[in-house]
């Protein structure tokens, strides 16, 4: 099956599902939308309300991540409208969804349904991509934050995962005095190789207090009421975690510390390359459910 022939429908998510959609119009996808305000893309058939033409695809694309704060299908510009079951109600058995974030709900309901799901952030094309605008748009948030340069600042990385790294290494491109956390000794030897300092969560304690900004990229509890009073008052933490994140934001504000949990930041500071890399992986994931199938 050749592109103008395959239908995707993309209900919902930020400038990136815009970006994604535009790339894949531009590639002869047949592309319908809904969900959102004003495209400006003669390519692109856009629906008002979510109509039963909508169903009528190969691919349903959903937001990243596909629901919001309320429950509801993450749709900026009406955030309190579609839910899931009216979507996944009216889902065809051969159509396959594409969204981020899948949860229990989800994914008991496509079972029933007999629906394959496809979670983009368990992508591992996907989450290594995407850390990259993760990691800039962390420390644009930190530039923004502060009012020191981080050339010459003492920072800190929680975990060093696929942000982590990408973190890590930017920073010390544009010479922050960067210090790694990590639990597992093989990658406390890579932080110790790449020039980092690196210090394993046990001591975390120790490096505290002389930090100016905290980078969090572990997806638990690490930055608890007891380890935020050994924080500085004038540091910075910069939390990209999944919600609720990795810090006690409560007892951050209680203890005067400015603590920000940044949420899809590549869609915020970075919408084009971010949407380019979702296109890229629905693409990847359409032709590998096409395989499967012959």
């Keep these: 099956m050749t592109k103008d022939q395959i239908v995707l429908t993309f209900i919902g998510g930020d400038k990136r599902q815009i970006e994604a959609m535009r790339m894949a119009a531009k590639e002869g996808f047949i592309v319908k939308a809904v969900g959102f305000e004003d495209i400006s893309n003669d390519s692109i058939t856009l629906y008002k309300y979510l109509h039963d033409e909508c169903f009528i695809c190969h691919a349903l694309i959903l937001p990243i991540p596909y629901k919001n704060k309320y429950g509801y299908i993450n749709i900026p510009s009406d955030p309190q409208s579609i ?10 058995s051969s159509t396959i969804v594409i969204l981020g974030k899948a949860d229990h709900d989800i994914k008991r309901q496509a079972e029933e349904k007999n629906i394959r799901i496809f979670d983009i952030l368990e992508e591992e094309t996907f989450a290594i991509l995407n850390a ?12 923004e934050k502060t009012d020191i340069t981080l050339h ?20 010390k491109g544009i010479g922050a005095k960067v210090t790694v956390e990590a639990r597992k000794p093989e990658d406390l030897v890579w932080i110790y190789e790449n020039g980092y300092n690196g210090v394993h969560l046990d001591d975390l304690d120790s490096v505290l207090g002389s930090q100016q900004v905290i980078f969090n990229t572990i997806p638990h509890l690490v930055l608890t009421r007891e380890r935020l009073k050994k924080v500085d008052k004038e540091a910075v933490i910069i939390d990209l975690a999944s919600a609720p994140g990795g810090t006690d934001f409560e007892a951050a504000k209680e203890l005067g510390i ?31 459910s096409q395989k499967n199938l012959v």
């Design 83 to 92: 839910t899931l079951e009216q979507v996944m109600k009216k889902v065809d």
């Design 132 to 143: 990259i605008p993760t990691a800039e748009g962390a420390i644009q948030r930190a530039m």
């Design 258 to 288: 400015r603590a920000y949990l940044e949420l899809s930041l590549p869609g915020i500071v970075a919408p084009k390359t971010a949407g380019r890399i979702v296109y890229s992986v629905i693409k990847e994931l359409i032709e590998r």
């Design 152 to 171: 010459g600042a003492n920072v800190l990385v929680l975990g060093y995962g696929r942000i982590g790294k990408c973190l890590a290494r930017m920073l």
